[in-house]
């Protein structure tokens, strides 16, 4: 079976300009999950999805950042105009469900975001 | 703010060797989740502890949860080379929600 879906795995753009990254979660998991990862922060959660619907998007650090779920197999998060300080590995994760029915998290591989 | 520490912060090992990383926090969890990442790849969930006192193993892999319920410890018992990469631990954020709090994690390497 297919697992998480990210895309692009790298990218390298300018200070300014507008990045999209792409999360396929798994089919059937109904909870949906952007991190980022820093050296000096960890694993932090930015927003989650259940049934398409933001639940939490307390994480995501600043307006500069927005995250969409359309549908069931298909999210965005868009960070315009983006900053070096944005520079991390992004991490998309699904779930049936979520922690309450104690459902491990999907992980997939991540983009790695450089802006320079 | 719910925090989990872990400790150390790197270990570099021989093969064969065994090694204990501790994931600690002032803070009471109702279930504490370990995940191994290796470079360039998303986390792997590892095992759930869940009562205080559980012991799970896996494998060479042995996880404790704290009796009071505000740590864990994770054992590796003759570490192979293939065990290489990061250990995080993870528990659900405060209020019932679905986030789950990581530590920074462990970064192991186990040298042939």
């Known amino acids: 079976d297919a697992g998480v879906i990210q895309s692009p795995r790298h990218e390298v753009t300018e200070m300014g300009q507008e990045v999209t990254l792409r999360c396929k979660p798994i089919s059937g998991h109904n909870s949906l999950f952007w991190y980022r990862q820093t050296m000096m922060r960890g694993l932090e959660l930015l927003i989650y999805?259940?049934?398409?619907?933001?639940?939490?998007d307390s994480g995501m650090p600043e307006d500069r950042f927005s995250a969409k779920m359309p549908n069931a197999s298909f999210s965005t998060l868009k960070i315009q105009p983006s900053e070096p300080r944005d520079s991390a590995v992004y991490f998309c994760a699904s779930s049936l469900g979520g922690y309450r029915r104690r459902q491990p998290q999907h992980f997939g591989d991540g983009t790695r975001l450089s802006i320079l | 703010t719910q925090l989990l520490e872990q400790s150390p912060q790197f270990l570099s090992i021989q093969e064969g060797e065994n090694l204990t990383v501790y994931c600690n926090s002032s803070?009471?969890?109702?279930?504490l989740q370990w995940y191994r990442q290796e470079p360039g790849e998303g986390p792997v969930l590892l095992v759930t502890?869940?009562?205080?006192?559980e012991v799970k193993k896996l494998k060479r892999l042995t996880f404790q949860f704290g009796d009071a319920r505000k740590d864990s410890s994770l054992h590796i018992t003759a570490a192979q080379p293939g065990d290489t990469g990061l250990y995080l631990c993870?528990?659900?954020?405060?209020?019932?929600?679905?986030?789950?709090?990581f530590g920074k994690g462990t970064k192991l390497t186990v040298n042939p």
């Open positions: 993870a528990g659900p954020s405060q209020g019932g929600s679905e986030k789950l709090v």
């Open positions: 502890v869940v009562t205080g006192g």
């Open positions: 999805f259940n049934n398409n619907v933001p639940i939490d």
């Open positions: 803070s009471v969890f109702s279930s």
